[in-house]
Structure formats: structure tokens, C-alpha cells
């Protein structure tokens, strides 16, 4: 018979082995763990810092940064990456002396902008010209998208004040935000309501934010464009553009001051979204699109000299913003200038930030389907023709109270800090007189 007290120590040795065992196991699941996140950390920061920067231009971006994000690593390093030169610089040492400069606005829609990035690509001229990409916030899938552009100049940005960012502070969620018609004295929570008792929601809000921010830094803070006085063309994630579409606003661009003299922007296409253009042999003028839109510096100094009328205007949409106060308060009607058929459209279902990655959500089948026709290949629009006047059109137009969701006086005064950040205190120079032909050419 077995001795009890060798069999109890086979079984305790046993037993340390497995111990043993299991805690090795566990040390190396934990230290591959720990190395992924250094390295994947590692990635993420080497995408914003740039140690080359010099000493003047650190000093610059840290006078410039508002004082909200200063204590935000991720904002930090996205103003810094604002700085950096456009890349393909070694395949586009030059841009053309008439070139228009292409903006595209994304949020966080990547299926649309492989898409739209697919439309650019076969634009004919888009390698003359430099294409800015802002971005609201940063997503990585975003960010590989563009880094695979070779067809042009391309220069990404960055809102370094988007809430997608900010996590457990304003311009994001607070821990104290008042929530949907909270009562802020009952509750003692922060915020204020819109017009019909809604406090604010971020990722809703980032909209207006975003094309704000981005307006004021194109116009004003990037060495690329600061100088640039002719005419910027804004087009975003969920619009594709038909291979004719940079000559054809060149052109627009060029007749404008001639065709329309109180035109203040060319557009690619028509102002209700789920039309083609009427095939007119014949200009268009009518009220500012908001789908692939050009104007210059001098409407853009008219437009910022209405801070106030958009930063404290109750709507969320900047487009609405623009429609209902801000162009009504120039004195004038508001027109631009477009051929009869289509240059860019709007296409997919979803609004807002509700991309979905590569599940399919936002567009049918996970693609989408454009006609693109011979006329669509090509420069469309002919110098001799005239124009017509659309002067009533339906719309959003000056009275009209807005949809709500742009209450809360912290998002007025950060939309109001955006217009003043990179003017030393003092809005840009104003034209006397709005609305001549001298003024918008």
C-alpha cells in the first residue's frame, strides 16, 4: 500500500506546476496585451507629431490653440498636424496659376469618402490643384483613405476642437450636461435649451462646428490658402463629382463677374438636391447650393463679418444658418451661378455621423450606382450662352426660426472664438459695399 503522505506530495507538486504554469501563461497574454497597445499607441502618435517642426512655428501654434483644448493631448497633436506641408509634393512639385482649390469637408462616413475619393480621381485637372481634407475629429479609417490619394497635392486637417475627441468634457459630453428637456435650475445640471426646451447634443452640434472651424483656418490659418484669392470649391463626403466638374467651375468661376454680377458663388449643381439641371442651353442663377460650391476671399470676409448672425442663429445646420439669417442680412439676394446640367451629386442614406464602416448601412448593396454620360466627361457649358434668373424659389429664406439644437451659450461663444482666433482680436477687412461686381470677382 501506497505511503498517503508521497501520494499527498505528488499531488502539492502537481499542483505548483499547474500554478506555475497558468501565471507564465498569464504574464505572456498580458505582456503581448501591454506591447499591441504601446505599439498601436506608438502609431496613432507618430501620425500627429512632427519633432521637426522649429521654434517659431511652435510658439504660433501654441498662441494660436483656444485655451479649451490646450489640455487635450489628442487636440494638441491634431493643431500641430494642421501645420505639416502637403503630401505628393515629389509627384506635384506645382500648381496651375488659375487653379481652384478643392475642400473636401468628412465626418466619420468612410464608404461615402471612398467613393467621393473615387469620383476625384477621375476629374479631369484635379492634378493641377491641391485638395484639402478636413476632418471632423480623427478616425483612422478616415485617415488611411486619404493617405492612399496620389492623383493630386492633398493636405490633411484636422478640427482639434470636434467632441468626437473630447470625452467627458464640453465640446463633448460633460458629466454635469443637461440631458434632452432636463430642467437646469430642478436638476442643477449645465446647459441651455434651444427654443423648443432641447439642450444640446455634441455630435449633432460638431456639424455646424466642424464647417466653421473649417471655414476660418482654410481661409485665414493655412500657409497653403491664406494668400489664395481666387476661388475655393466645397464639396463633402457624400457627394460625387463627374469627371467634367473642376473645368466646368472653372469656367463658372471665371464668367461670373460678366454673367451674373450679383452672383457670390458658382455651384456644380442645382440648389434642390434630387434635380439633374433642366438642360437649358443657358446659364442657371439662382440661390447658393450647398453641393459643390466656389466662392473667394471677398464673399468669405462678407460672410465672416456675420459671425454673430451664425453663431447665435438656433439651428444646427450651417447650411439653414447661412440661408435663413446670414445671406438675408447682406441686403441683397444671394446668387449663384451654375450651368444647366449637373456637375456633382448627393447620393447615399444616411445623414449626419452615422457611417457604419463596411457594413453597408449607408448605401444600398454597399455601393453606389451613378450614371455618368459622355456629356458628363467633358466641359459641358459654352461662354455665349445667357442666363436665367430664378428669383422665387422655395427654401429656407430670412424669418424662418430654425430647427433648435444651437441653444446652449457655450456653443455660441466656441463658434464666435473661431471667427476671432487667427485675426489678433479684429475680424479681416471688410468691403465697404456688398453686392457689385467688383466686389465678387
Not at 500641430?80 to 465626418?107: E, F, G, M, S
Not at 458629466?175 to 427654443?195: L, S, T
Not at 463658372?252 to 438636391?273: F, R
Not at 447620393?347 to 454597399?366: P, R, S, V, Y
Request: proline residues 5%; glycine residues 8%; positive net charge.
Amino acid at each position: 500500500m501506497a505511503n498517503p503522505w508521497k501520494r499527498q506530495r505528488l499531488r502539492d507538486s502537481a499542483f505548483r506546476r499547474l500554478v506555475l504554469f497558468v501565471g507564465m501563461t498569464l504574464s505572456v497574454v498580458l505582456f503581448l496585451v501591454s506591447m499591441t497597445r504601446t505599439s498601436s499607441n506608438r502609431k496613432l502618435s507618430d501620425l500627429y507629431v512632427d519633432n521637426n517642426l522649429d521654434q517659431d512655428l511652435e510658439s504660433k501654434l501654441n498662441t494660436s490653440l483656444l485655451t479649451i483644448a490646450r489640455g487635450n493631448e489628442m487636440s494638441v497633436r491634431l493643431h500641430r498636424r494642421n501645420h505639416l506641408p502637403p503630401r505628393n509634393l515629389d509627384l506635384y512639385p506645382r500648381l496651375a496659376k488659375d487653379h481652384i482649390v478643392v475642400v473636401l469637408y468628412v465626418h466619420n462616413r468612410a464608404q461615402y469618402l471612398k467613393v467621393v475619393v473615387e469620383s476625384l480621381s477621375k476629374v479631369k485637372g484635379i492634378d493641377e490643384t491641391l485638395l484639402i481634407v478636413s476632418h471632423d475629429g480623427y478616425f483612422e479609417e478616415m485617415n488611411k483613405i486619404v493617405e492612399s490619394i496620389k492623383f493630386c497635392q492633398v493636405k490633411q486637417i484636422f478640427s482639434p476642437y470636434s467632441p468626437h475627441i473630447f470625452h467627458g468634457s464640453f465640446p463633448g459630453v460633460s458629466p454635469n450636461d443637461c440631458k434632452g428637456k432636463d430642467d437646469a435650475e430642478r436638476k442643477h445640471c449645465e446647459g441651455n435649451p434651444d427654443q423648443y426646451g432641447n439642450h444640446r447634443s455634441p455630435r449633432i452640434v460638431s456639424l455646424k462646428h466642424h464647417w466653421w472651424w473649417m471655414m476660418n483656418t482654410v481661409w485665414d490659418g493655412l500657409e497653403e490658402t491664406k494668400g489664395h484669392e481666387g476661388h475655393i470649391l466645397f464639396i463633402e463626403e457624400d457627394h460625387f463629382l463627374f469627371p467634367n466638374a473642376y473645368r466646368n467651375i472653372q469656367i463658372l468661376s471665371k464668367l461670373k463677374p460678366e454673367k451674373c454680377p450679383d452672383c457670390y458663388a458658382a455651384n456644380l449643381a442645382p440648389s434642390d438636391v434630387t434635380s439633374r439641371g433642366e438642360g437649358y442651353a443657358s446659364f442657371v442663377a439662382e440661390r447658393m447650393g450647398n453641393i459643390g460650391y466656389a466662392f473667394n476671399r471677398t464673399v468669405w470676409r462678407s460672410i465672416h463679418k456675420k459671425a454673430k448672425e451664425f453663431c447665435f442663429f438656433d439651428d444646427y445646420n450651417w447650411d439653414i444658418t447661412m440661408w435663413a439669417t446670414v445671406f438675408p442680412s447682406f441686403g441683397s439676394p444671394v446668387y449663384t451661378l451654375r450651368g444647366p446640367r449637373t456637375s456633382a451629386v448627393h447620393f447615399g442614406k444616411c445623414g449626419l455621423h452615422q457611417g457604419k464602416g463596411d457594413k453597408g448601412a449607408c448605401i444600398d448593396n454597399g455601393s453606389v450606382n451613378i450614371g455618368v454620360e459622355e456629356t458628363d466627361k467633358a466641359v459641358n457649358i459654352k461662354e455665349e450662352w445667357g442666363v436665367r434668373v430664378f428669383k422665387h424659389q422655395p427654401g429656407y429664406k430670412a424669418g424662418f426660426k430654425g430647427w433648435g439644437g444651437w441653444g446652449d451659450r457655450r456653443d455660441r461663444q466656441l463658434c464666435l472664438a473661431f471667427a476671432t482666433m487667427l485675426h489678433s482680436g479684429n475680424t479681416a477687412p471688410i468691403p465697404s459695399r456688398v453686392g457689385s461686381s467688383r466686389n465678387f470677382r
